[in-house]
DNA sequence: CGCCGTCTCGCATATTTATACGCTGGAGTG
DNA sequence: CACTCCAGCGTATAAATATGCGAGACGGCG
């Protein structure tokens, strides 16, 4: 069986089901007639950017929408958030030093309905909402996040 | 030392410098004047969503931005794709059982400028372009990916 | 105060992953 | 054909990661 044909079988396992090592994965293969031993496998996995999470091994491409638990987002946030204030329908937030892309993803993955978008530099956020109302909400329950 | 200002500090290493190995963390993280065993790095890394990838250990919520490699789009697209056919203005891309959605993405981050957009099924993805001749153009390339 | 219950963490170790090395088979070349 | 290369892989093992267990810290609560 060609390399190629056992690395489809890869893709397609690792996303039907949930496999945590490549030793299961390995049993796995072997079961559907390929065998391979676990160095092959780090191998191609690497070759495949399969990444290992705590829900077993994703494609790396995918891990946003598949995953986007929001326990996660919330840890990230609070981690790296240190200030939020409001002005007029904005809501600044700064973070620490070169963290304000990641934090303004996060905040786009949160799905809040009063966030209409989100502008990084290298420390701080503009969130817009779009009234005054929305930015003090949106404030408000930011500073939340931070101290649960 | 918190817990909770240990994490920010993980953080924010693991996205200025590249880190690989929880050993190194450790290490780094002693530089600094945090000092903490493997073990709860080990820890520390699920509860942070950190994974690790051949370019050191990314939030997961990032890996798309940071990482979008095309090389490694390549691969799943030459992987995954079974069929390619133009029709009209659209080009459709059939993907085995379950793969359209990790397929339909992959083609969004390749960032081609005739790709209008994409729609996928289970199995079946449509690619918008604009006319026929981009239609063709897509195919064609799409069809060179699948065999180099 | 004394007695839980809960967190957090280190230690030791089990488990998992990566890799150095060497073999093999097929492609390309003269 | 004979020869060289090299991708691909297994074996053995090194390296890295996860975890069972218990200790200490801290906050209620009677």
Redesign the pocket.
């Known amino acids: 069986?060609?390399?190629?044909r056992?690395q489809k079988e890869i893709l397609s396992l690792v996303q039907s089901d949930q496999i945590?090592?490549?030793?299961?994965?390995s049993r796995r293969l072997r079961a559907r007639g390929t065998?391979?031993?676990?160095?092959?496998?780090?191998?191609?996995?690497?070759?495949l950017n399969l990444v290992?999470t705590?829900q077993g091994?994703k494609l790396a491409e995918l891990l946003n929408r598949s995953n986007g638990s929001h326990h996660h987002l919330r840890q990230v946030l609070s981690q790296l958030m240190t200030e939020v204030a409001a002005a007029s329908n904005l809501v600044v937030v700064k973070t620490f030093p070169g963290n304000a892309p990641s934090v303004a993803l996060s905040l786009d993955n949160l799905g809040w309905k009063d966030i209409v978008g989100t502008v990084a530099g290298d420390d701080t956020i503009l969130v817009v909402t779009r009234d005054i109302t929305q930015a003090r909400a949106v404030k408000k329950r930011l500073m939340e996040l931070r101290s649960p």
Not at 20 to 25: G, K, P
């Open positions: 069986m060609s390399k190629s056992r945590s090592s490549q030793l299961e994965l065998n391979v031993t676990q160095a092959t496998l780090s191998r191609d996995l690497r070759e290992k705590a091994y």
